[in-house]
Structures are given as structure tokens and as C-alpha cells.
């Protein structure tokens, strides 16, 4: 089994800074990849970013600029520093990981859809105010 939990989540003001982590424990290979999702109310849930198998990353187009994903190998830790926080940054934020990201890549799948990930974790609340 594979378990993902994540902390950091909060609450501030429009134009502020959170950092998410995420820490990996269980039976898992390498090659794996990670993902940060959110989802807020009444919304379906959406990739935000991901760190490939490769060390490679990919944003949502509404965080490039603001989000940076990192990865702790040591530390079997995955991060998410967001800056500049909007309102409609608001939700739950989740860390997935699909254990085998090169069947994504036969399929030509999308990252950010959220069928690919096999593990979730339980979710950090994260509120932006105006």
C-alpha cells in the first residue's frame, strides 16, 4: 500500500505564499510520477502540476508563474510553493501519484486527467480571501 499525506494548507489574503508538502510512504517503485490536483466546491477536480518520472514538469496555464512543484528524493517528499495566491486558487488540494506514468505516455493521455493517478492523498485546505 502506498500512503500520501499531505500539510501546509491555510488560509490568507489575496497575494500571498503557501507551501503544500506531500510525504510518500508504502510499497512504491521507482519511476513513479506525482501530481498536486484541487478541487473546490461544485468543481470537478483539476491537475495543477505534476513531477514526472523524468524530473520533468508541467503546470495548469492558471499557476504558471505562481506555482513551482519540487521534489525531495531523501525525503520522499513532493512540494507545491505558491505564490501570488488568487481567490480562485481556493479548494481542496490533493497529491496523487501514478505508479506507472509510461502507460500515459503510450495513450498520449493528459496529465491533468486525474484517471491516470492510482493514489490520492486526504486532502489540505487551501483559502485565498479578497
Known amino acids: 500500500q502506498v500512503q500520501l499525506v499531505e500539510s501546509g494548507g491555510g488560509s490568507v489574503e489575496t497575494g500571498g505564499s503557501l507551501r503544500l508538502s506531500c510525504v510518500v510512504s508504502?510499497?512504491?517503485?521507482?519511476?513513479?510520477?506525482m501530481g498536486w490536483f484541487r478541487q473546490a466546491p461544485e468543481d470537478a477536480r483539476e491537475g495543477v502540476a505534476i513531477?514526472?518520472?523524468?524530473?520533468?514538469?508541467s503546470y495548469a496555464d492558471s499557476v504558471k508563474g505562481r506555482f513551482t512543484i519540487s521534489k525531495d528524493n531523501d525525503k520522499n517528499t513532493l512540494y507545491l510553493q505558491m505564490n501570488n495566491l488568487k481567490p480562485e486558487d481556493t479548494g481542496i488540494y490533493y497529491c496523487?501519484?501514478?505508479?506507472?506514468?509510461?502507460?500515459?505516455?503510450?495513450?498520449?493521455?493528459?496529465?491533468?486527467?486525474?484517471?491516470?493517478?492510482?493514489?490520492w492523498g486526504q486532502g489540505t485546505q487551501v483559502t485565498v480571501s479578497s
Open positions: 508504502g510499497d512504491i517503485s521507482i519511476g513513479y510520477c
Open positions: 513531477f514526472d518520472s523524468d524530473g520533468s514538469t
Open positions: 496523487a501519484v501514478d505508479r506507472d506514468p509510461s502507460q500515459r505516455d503510450e495513450y498520449g493521455g493528459d496529465w491533468t486527467d486525474v484517471g491516470w493517478f492510482d493514489y
